[in-house]
Nanobody
Framework: QVQLVESGGGSVQAGGSLKLSCAAS????????MVWFRQAPGKEREFVAA????????YNADSVKGRFTFSRDNAKNTVYLQMNSLKPEDTAVYYC?????????????????WGQGTQVTVSS
């Protein structure tokens, strides 16, 4: 079983940047496909980005393409989400999640392991 802890959230103005981190413990991170989801108040949890076990493949939701970059450092058991050109609609709690086999799915229910979330607030 893997435990996940997100960090790096905060408040920024539109156009600004933040870098989220998700640190894993309990198991080697390289055993898991990693994803980021986000959830805004009153909305369902939304897929943001995914990265394969060794970082060779990534894919993003259309809403963040060209702005967000997902990377991982398995030696540090940590994944990162670099968020640039932030918009007010990016405001949400961001969660990282893990699964050993879930490559290609954007359904939150598919992922068994979740962090506690980190708040990102973008003001206009």
């Amino acid at each position: 079983q893997v435990q996940l802890v997100e960090s790096g959230g905060g408040s920024v103005q539109a156009g600004g940047s933040l870098k989220l981190s998700c640190a894993a413990s309990g198991r080697f991170l390289s055993s898991y496909v990693m994803v980021w989801f986000r959830q805004a108040p009153g909305k369902e949890r939304e897929f943001v980005a995914a990265i394969s076990k060794f970082g060779t493949n990534t894919y993003n939701a259309d809403s963040v393409k060209g702005r967000f970059t997902f990377s991982r450092d398995n030696a540090k058991n940590t994944v990162y989400l670099q968020m640039n050109s932030l918009k007010p609609e990016d405001t949400a709690v961001y969660y990282c999640a893990a699964d050993p086999t879930a490559w290609g799915t954007r359904s939150a229910g598919r992922y068994d392991y979740w962090g506690q979330g980190t708040q990102v607030t973008v003001s206009s």
